[in-house]
């Protein structure tokens, strides 16, 4: 890796599975490494100790694998408690990071006060006005603080803000402007001690040297407070890039929690991991959305700069067709292992035969029970019987390719009048028990001479 090459990380929560909007989160990091030779890095963000869990993070590792991205570097958060502690400890010796104590209901209460009076709802820093022998009666009382980083939104006084633009210029959305003093001072740190993924989430981006933030348009805000605590903690502030949000069909945002459009819901429904990675990164931008067959086409058609500002909304329907291109078109060197897992492997040219035919890949078993004559054969029609016998009559003789439905079809046509789909259905329904499928033409060398002759009277 050269100095210039950039690196990203993707930082799910493992507090349950991936859903596409977080795919589309860690496709763009993937793609936008790739492109440039970089790396990527899966940082399961797990502060949350009681609701992460090593199921979701396994869970989290085998969806990556599975769309094709395997991390250069996985860390996770439960591990860095003590550096994370450290910074911290400096910030409060810096007078950066304070306590405060009040509850949860006091600061609703005051937020709503302010919102009654049409005024922002900004936290008014009271408690940095609390005296030593105050916070010792507060926690005499039993009480703990909560931790507040105090954002550099003032000249001489914290209580006399003003306006203070952050600009970042966003690899996604361009120029964008956030003023610290519209925002209330974040919490760092809860009662219990636990850290909000704020804090850790700057530690570990300045440790990992990580070089772009890519993430959904939902933290823009956090980015503008995130700068002022990445210049409070580190000399080097990485580039950002804020995605838009993927909703459903009713324009609903989607949730790792209720399990919508999982990832690995996906995956048992039998969608191909690149139908779901193209429609991922794909819409939403003004690109078309096309089935691209490899993260690597995928990356050379990716481009950030295409993404739209406003939300998408995704339809599991709009997989359908991109999963249908992708397996119509695979070649079988691509295909080989996945009809041997399913022990459905009976060489190309069956592959080639039925590959039109399916819209799922596990379809092809249905193919292979066709061929190897596993069916209900249907009853033959009274003013077929006739028609059939003639045509096991002027069965080809082998070698069998391509050829041989036009020539014996050809030879039915000249002996018995009979064209069109009366020429051909008798002979499909009685060589597949079936009255659509693949093109005869590539199917009946792929079931042979011998079995042809068996399925006809
Ligand atoms: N764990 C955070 C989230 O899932 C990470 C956000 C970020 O990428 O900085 O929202």
Redesign the pocket.
Known sequence: MTNSAPIVRF???PTGRLHIGNIRTALYNWLFAKQQGGDFILRL?DTDQERSTKEFAQGIVEDLAWLGMVADRTEKQSDRFKTYDAVADDLRARGLLYPCYESAAEIDRKRKRLMARGLPPVYDRAALKLTDEEKAELEAKGQRPHWRFLLPNYAESPFETQRTEVRFDDVIRGEQTVDLASMSDPVLIREDGTYL?TLP?VVDDLDMGVTH?I?GGD?ITNTGAQIAIFEAVGQRVPQFGHHNLLQDASGEGLSKRTGALSIASLRETGFEPMAVASLATLIGTGQAVEACANLTDLAAVFDPSKVSKSNAKFSVGDLDGLNDKLLHEMDYGEAQERLVALDADLGEAFWLAVRPNIHRFAEVRGWVDVVEGHFEALPVAAEDAEYISTAAELLPAEPWDETVWPKWTGALKERTGRKGKQLFMPLRKALTGLEHGPDMRQLLPVIGWERTRRRLP
Do not use: M, Q, T, W
């Open positions: 930082a799910p929560s963000d993924y989430s933030v993430r933290h």
